[in-house]
C-alpha cells in the first residue's frame, strides 16, 4: 500500500512522533495504522531505555480533585525546561485523572493500568520520552476520599512546585481548607498535632535538648524545666496545629481550624525532587569523554 502524506499525518498526530519517523514506520509496516503505531511503540520503549539510567529529579506535582475523590502525584523529567512543556503537562494531567477514576493501588500496579486511549500507563510514557527526549518517570501518588460534610484544601505553589492537600472534616469551607495547604506549603510541618508524634521521638529529642542544656552550663535543678519549655517550642515547629498561621500570625492554626467548625485530620506534601540525590555532571569531562571516544 502506497503510504499518503494524510497517513502520516494520522499516525504523527496520534503518536506526536516525528515525521520522518512516521513515514519510515508506515513504510516498514505496509502502511499498517495499527502496526505502524506498534512500531513507533517499541521504537519509544528502546529510546526509553537508553535514558533509564539518567537521573529525573524535576518535573510537578498536581492535585485533581472529584466530587469527595482526590489525588495528589508527582511525575519526574530531567530538567524544569520540560517539566513546563506543554506536552508533558497533558500528560500529568491525563495521568492523574486516570488514576483518580481506577484507583490502583500502587505506582507498579499503576503503569500496567490500561488508559481511555488505549495505551498502558508504561508505555504512554515511554511514548512520552521518545517524543520529548527526556527520562520520565511516575514517581509517586495517593488518593483520599472524603464525605459530603467534609473539605478538600487544593494548593499548588509555583505552578507544582509543591502541592499540598488537606482534609478538614467537619466543615465544607473548601477556602478555609486550601488556606491551610497554602500555609502547609510554606511552613513545611511534619505532623498535625503531637498526638501523631511517637513516643520514642518525643524521648529522642528530649534526651538531646537535656544533653544541650547541661553543656551550656545550666544548673540540673532547673534543666528539666527549660527542655519541657524548649520540646513545646520543638512541638509548635512541627506540628501545624501549633504553627502561628501565616495569613494571622497572631492566630495559631489550630485556633483558624476550630473557628470553621471542623477539624484538621490529614495533609499529605509533595515537593518536586524532595529526597532524589541529583547528579552534577561536568560539562567539560562529558565533553572530554566524548571525543576520547571518537
Known sequence: MAV??????????????GMMDCKKALTEVNGDMDAALDFLREKGLSSAAKKADRIAAEGTTTIEVSGNEAIILEINAETDFVAKNEGFQTLVKEISAHLLKTKPESVEAALTTTMDNGLVVADYISNAIAKIGEKISLRRFEIRTKTDNDAFGAYLHMGGRISVLTVLEGSTDDEAAKDVAMHIAAMNPKYVSHDQISEEEVEH?????????LNEGKPENIVAKMVEGRLRK?????????QPFVKNSDQKV??????????LTEFIRYEVGEGIEKREDNFADEVMSQVNKG
Open 234 to 242: 520543638y512541638f509548635e515547629e512541627i506540628c501545624v496545629l501549633d
Open 254 to 263: 489550630g485556633e483558624f481550624v476550630t473557628s470553621t467548625g471542623g477539624k
Open 4 to 17: 499518503t502524506a494524510q497517513m502520516v499525518k494520522e499516525l504523527r498526530e496520534k503518536t506526536g512522533a
Open 205 to 213: 529529642e528530649r534526651k538531646i535538648l537535656t544533653e544541650q542544656a
